[in-house]
């Protein structure tokens, strides 16, 4: 399976801070949970990722 493999699963995504100071980006999916915590900064690097990834997307789509 790969970044471009579809699946027909449904997931949810809750993104937040923790009281602990961490940005948690909490996966449920299938009766599974997925909780993973990022310091601020990491998490900055992630949402540059992400933006990256939708100029990309935006290219292709044209």
């Known amino acids: 399976m790969g970044i471009n493999t579809e699946r027909d699963i449904e997931a949810n995504l809750?993104?937040?801070p923790t009281d602990a100071g961490m940005v948690r980006?909490?996966?449920e999916a299938g009766g599974?949970?997925?909780?993973?915590?990022?310091d601020p900064d990491e998490a900055d690097e992630i949402a540059e990722e992400i933006?990256?990834?939708?100029?990309?997307?935006?290219a292709i789509r044209g």
């Open 14 to 16: 809750q993104i937040g």
């Open 32 to 38: 599974t949970e997925i909780p993973m915590d990022f």
């Open 25 to 27: 980006l909490f996966v």
């Open 51 to 58: 933006r990256a990834a939708a100029k990309a997307a935006r």
